[in-house]
């Protein structure tokens, strides 16, 4: 004879999965918690969380969204928590990729300009004359400034080249 039931140690897994789900719901923003067309009575326990000051409050608290996630589906919260993740990913590669093009550019000037160029699918005129003032920069305060000015165009260029495909 077997049981369907889930053994208590499943259902306990459950609940801490739940309320774990629940605590990430409390970080994201309004707009976003908007979009998930939860209960009113979750989300009211969530703004009252946000309110709390007290440590053992808010554990109290996040044990109860926990258990207010039990009456909710949880597959749209976990879809859209995917995909801030994913955006998140794509975003550090991107600033990973900007920074790296930096150091290229700065160290070998023209050369890997053309590359970053050819990469990327277009000029970027304004690199150039950046690069042409760091070679020609008199003191450390304006090379700094000139390098976080050739990461924004590069950064910005990635962006556009990723949100065109």
């Known amino acids: 004879m077997t049981d ?11 609940q801490l999965a739940l ?10 923003p309004d707009e976003l918690i908007g979009e998930l067309d939860l209960d009113e009575t979750l989300l009211q326990a969530i703004a009252d969380y946000r309110r709390m000051k007290s440590h053992e409050a808010r554990r109290r608290q996040r044990q109860y ?22 955006e998140d990913r794509r975003e550090k590669r991107v600033f990973a990729t900007a920074e790296r093009w930096r150091d ?19 000029p970027v005129p304004a690199l150039q004359g950046l690069l042409d003032e760091l070679d020609h920069s008199y003191n450390d305060t304006t090379e700094r400034a000139l390098r976080r000015q050739i990461f924004r165009q590069i950064h910005a260029a990635l962006v556009a080249r990723a949100a065109d495909g």
């Open 19 to 28: 309320q774990s789900l629940g605590e990430q719901l409390i970080d994201l």
């Open 104 to 122: 290229r550019l700065v160290n070998d000037g023209s050369e890997a300009l053309r590359a970053f160029e050819t990469d990327i699918g277009k």
């Open 4 to 14: 369907s039931k889930p053994s208590k140690s499943e259902q306990k897994r459950v």
């Open 65 to 86: 969204i926990g258990k207010l996630m039990r009456e909710v589906d949880p597959a749209p919260i976990r879809q859209l928590l995917d995909q801030l993740r994913a």
